[in-house]
């Protein structure tokens, strides 16, 4: 493995070697660190960067642990900057979507025997860190299972904070280093919510975490302007009927965190009746009717307003260049104990399975904020570069909510709306705000990088370099 080491690892040890005339064994390398180190994972290609995985305590009273995955970049590691990825649900594991079918070097193979290379993954570009969060999500953990029952924002944002504290003690070489936010869904929550955590604890702290910036994907933002926005999308993408929009509109209470039966019932009309089988995050494309065990399902699960996982309909033929069943290979891959193991995963055998998203966590999610706009306000004041982008298929949290939520802001306009380009196509349309920049993704569904991995590495490329998407 020394082959694959950062340049400051090795020459850290030349060094040793030349002047203390020792053995590489008394290089001074931190010891947590090196036993995080994961050599390679079953079925894994040969890779040049390094990875690490593992646990950090972010409560010893009750005994709570948070996992990681962090993939380092392709080239330069030092130089580039540290990407925390979060995926949403609540309860959804950024293991299943962010690292294994989205944004990560790795995409897990249909028989779940090994994986194969993304060559579009966000590692060409920065450091990925995969958190697993909050507790009871993936192989994150908690030793009183009372947590499953009692978690909601307000924990997620403290634990995660927690998390990146300890991190970044372990791993010292990402102390100073910038740092993005990033995330997707329900993480629309998340992102921001941690980035306040660190914006108050920089405050008072006197090793400040480096925070340049967020971006996040058809991220989950006002109650309100989300779900006006998507009973609108429905509506204007021809889902359901003028009667049913207009009940919507005229029987919901938007505002509101549990609606009334009256507007439940609308809502289980519209998908039900109207909707169809198809797949809500993308609603274009052919929904995944493998089950994990391999056998066909011909189930109506009934939709889950924010959960980023796919219900199962009959089969409908395929879309070339996307598989709609990719976390079943994953929950198969992930739950391996060669692969738990090589991943210093669930080493307190959790007492259940590995799943890409915890129904537990997410039925019984405590507390949520009706909006995150405040939240913005303040990272807009404190001048972090916000980006806001969204698939323009997806109907969960469509790009109509996202307008009408970031309407509120209210902002300046910097640059006017434009087509932006990707390999001469339009890769989506932009506008450049006074503190925040939107992008719209063409043809893609709620998971942007699975759908159109080339063009959300643009969006990414661009968002780091801190300029305008091309207008070219
Ligand atoms: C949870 O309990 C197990 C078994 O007692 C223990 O090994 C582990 O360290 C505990 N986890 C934490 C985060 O304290
Ligand atoms: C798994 O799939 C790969 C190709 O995707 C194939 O080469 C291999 O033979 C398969 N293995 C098994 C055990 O089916
Ligand atoms: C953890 O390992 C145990 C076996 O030791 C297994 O039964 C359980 O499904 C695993 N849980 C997770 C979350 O990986
Ligand atoms: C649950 O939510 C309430 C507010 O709705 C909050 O006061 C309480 O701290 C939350 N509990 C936990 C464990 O976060």
Redesign the pocket.
Known sequence: MVRVRSKRIYSSMVFALLILSVSSSDVPVNEEEEADRISALPGQPKVSFQQFSGYVTVNHAVGRALFYWLTEATHDPLSKPLVVWLNGGPGCSSVAYGASEEIGPFRVNKNATGLYLNRFSWNTAANLLFLETPAGVG?SYSNRSGDLFDTGDRRTSEDSLKFLIRWMDRFARYKNREVYLTGESYAGHYVPQLARQIMTYNAKSKHPINLKGIMVGNAVTDNYYDNLGTVTYWWSHAMISDKTFHELMHTCDFRRQKESNECESLYSYAMDQEFGNIDQYNIYAPPCNLNSDGTFSSATTRHSMRLPHRPQHPILGQLSGYDPCTEKYAEVYY?RPDV?RVLH??VT??P???TACSEILNRNWNDTAVSVLPIYRDMIAAGLRIWVFSGDVDSVVPVTATRYSLAQLKLATKISWYPWYVKKQVGGWTEVYEGVTFATVRGAGHEVPLFKPRAALQLFKSFLKGEPLPKS
């Open positions: 192989f739950n738990q995963a669930n055998k959790i259940y399975k590995w």
